[in-house]
């Protein structure tokens, strides 16, 4: 993966496959302490201790379609290559949180990528998953709760394409605002 934010679009997946029906993203961009981090909860079916014990391992896999899983493996590897790392906490029954770390500054940092994107394509395919959103740049920070959205909205769906567009510019502007 070249850019954190399809990291972050591969677990928040993970987290809709695992049942979760709330799922809170949490971006931080501190250049002053020289760290970018984020952090998915969620309220899914969480990991056994076994599998929570192996699964950086990229042959532990959840899935029956296939044997591997790599998407934590190659997380952990982006985090360490800059001096960061990952951290996984997991309980059957009650959900998961990541949390990954990247030293800021450092040439093996992949970049942020496009967050704007990808959260409008996590609302706009899940639908009844609900979304929280954080992105803190410095002092300033964007905050998203697709349960006001649905409140607004009353039944509209986020498909709808004016709705969708409307969704795409509102977190377009939202993140521009960031690094203003």
């Keep these: 993966m070249k850019e954190i934010s399809l990291h972050i679009l591969d677990i928040m997946q993970n987290s809709v496959t695992a049942n979760a029906d709330l799922i809170e993203l949490i971006v931080i961009e501190d250049e002053e302490n020289d760290i970018l981090s984020f952090s998915v909860k969620d309220n899914g079916k ?100 697709t349960r006001e959205f649905k409140k607004i909205l009353g039944g509209v769906s986020f498909k709808e394409n004016s709705v969708s567009l409307w969704i795409l510019e509102y977190l377009k502007e939202g993140e521009a605002e960031l690094y203003n």
Excluded: W
Excluded at 112 to 140: A, C, P, R, W
């Design 46 to 145: 969480g990991m056994s201790e076994e599998l929570l014990a192996s699964v950086t391992d990229p042959f532990t896999t959840g899935r029956t379609t296939r044997k591997v899983g790599l998407g934590i493996p190659l997380l952990k590897h982006a985090c360490e290559l800059t001096g960061g790392g990952i951290s996984i906490k997991s309980k059957l029954g009650e959900g998961t949180l990541i949390t990954a770390s990247f030293v800021y500054s450092n040439i093996d940092r992949q970049p942020l990528g496009n967050m704007s994107e990808t959260m409008h394509q996590l609302i706009t395919s899940f639908e009844d998953v609900d979304f929280i959103y954080s992105h803190k740049v410095g002092d300033k920070e964007f905050f998203v709760d």
